[in-house]
Structure formats: C-alpha cells, structure tokens
C-alpha cells in the first residue's frame, strides 16, 4: 500500500530537485524544509558498495562529533566491585552489576547507551534479546566495551556516537540538530564522512561510496555531492 504524503510533505518535496547538491547548499536546504512543531534532528543515510553478509565487507564503528550531537545521552554503565563507583563518578546516569542485568531483562530501558567491562560481558551476553534490537548492546569495536570508564563515559556525553551499516550497507545517523548552524552541521558532516573513510571494510572493492541524502526527521531527502563532501578539509572548515 503506498504511504499518502500529507499536504506539508508534498509541499516540501516540491523545494527539493532530483540532483546532487553542493553540501552547504543541501545543508542550507535540509533547515528550510524542516517544519515539524518539534526539535528535529538533522540525519544522514549513506549507501556504501559493500554486502555485509560477508565478515570482511562489515562496518562497525564510532565516530566523535566535533560539535555534539544536540542531545542529552543517558548512559548506562554494568561493572562490578570498584568499576560500578567509578561509573557514578565519572557521570552514568544508571549504573549496576548483577542486579542491573535483571532490571534490564525485567524491562528496564531508561538509558540510550549501555557501556559494560569485559568482565561482565559474558552474563550482559544473556541480554542480547533485549538490547539487540534497541541497538544497545555493547561492542568492542564500537567502544562501549571498556575498562577505562571515565574516557568513554565522557566522550559519549560530547558527541560520540555509534553506528554501523545495516544489512544493504546503507548507514543511518544521526549528526546534530536542525537547529544547528549550517557551518556546525557541515563540521559534523565531514567528520563522519571521514570516519567512514577511514573505516572502509577491507573486503569493499570498487566503487565504495554510492550515495550520501541528508534529511531532518519529518523532512524530505536531499542528496549532497559526494565527491563534493570528500573535497573538503576537515581543517579548513575549523579555521
């Protein structure tokens, strides 16, 4: 059944051409067509060529946003003896060891980030059911499996940010708010094009970046140039 577009969608998509646009254009254009009655966020999906069902074309990884993300993050830290004390020091807003582990598999969700030790890991394994699907359970490679608490607490609550490719290796993130500047979401932008750079599967042949739309929450899609986007220097836009 085709979704029916409300009258405020068509209205906006009519601003929005069928090309590529230079990114701070796309940027500036992004901001126009977002009219939701809330706080929207500013997102990007990102097609790759690669086929994650195969372990070497996989991309897991972090990325830490020069400007923040616009949010407040709960963390939620599973530790045991000292390293639960240091979690609360250090600025987890739900903290725990076994007990925390039976709350979350009672229901208990009330966090947006979930960083473990590698100690607990094998019992936070038993969550996998719960935290899967909400995308929270703790990975090495995405950083949220630590011993050093205080670093990735602190780095989360900047800006940090999780995020990998789904299963048509396409990536889906989130890299600010409307209401940032278009010079703040352009930072933000380059960072996690250079991130995904950085990270390219080593099983990725060819042609490796496909297609980059950002886009506001209830917004329409605005495709940016990549080879534009990849131009840019990091340095240049923070001087």
């Given amino acids: ?23 701070t254009e796309a940027l500036k254009l ?10 929207e966020s500013a997102e990007a999906h990102i097609r790759l060529g690669i086929d994650p069902k195969y372990s070497d074309q996989q991309l897991r990884t972090t990325v830490a946003l020069p400007k923040g ?9 599973i530790a045991r003896g000292e390293k639960v004390q240091e979690a609360a020091n250090a600025g987890a807003d739900v903290y725990g060891s076994e007990e925390l582990i039976q709350e979350i598999q009672q229901g208990r969700l009330d966090f947006d980030l979930l960083i473990a ?66 010079e703040d979401l352009l930072v933000n932008l380059k960072a996690l094009q250079d991130c995904i750079e950085r990270n390219r599967p080593a099983g990725a042949k060819g042609r490796y970046w496909r297609s980059i739309y950002v886009s506001s929450t209830m917004g329409p899609s605005v495709e940016v140039d990549v080879n534009a986007l990849r131009d840019l220097k990091m340095a240049d836009l923070l001087a």
């Fill in 117 to 182: 030790t590698p100690d607990m890991m094998p019992q936070v394994a038993k969550l996998g059911r719960v935290l899967g699907p909400k995308g929270l359970m703790p990975s090495p490679k995405g950083g949220s499996v630590t011993t050093d608490l205080e670093q990735a607490i602190s780095e989360f609550k900047a800006g940090k940010l999780e995020f990998r490719a789904d299963r048509t290796g396409i990536v889906h993130v989130m890299f600010g708010k409307v209401d940032f500047s278009v």
């Fill in 30 to 39: 992004l901001k126009e067509t977002a009219t939701a009655k809330f706080p």
């Fill in 1 to 23: 059944m085709t979704r029916k577009l409300s009258r405020r969608l068509r209205e906006l998509h009519q601003k929005v051409e069928e090309r590529p646009y230079e990114p």
């Fill in 69 to 77: 993300t616009g949010q407040t993050i709960r963390v939620a830290v």
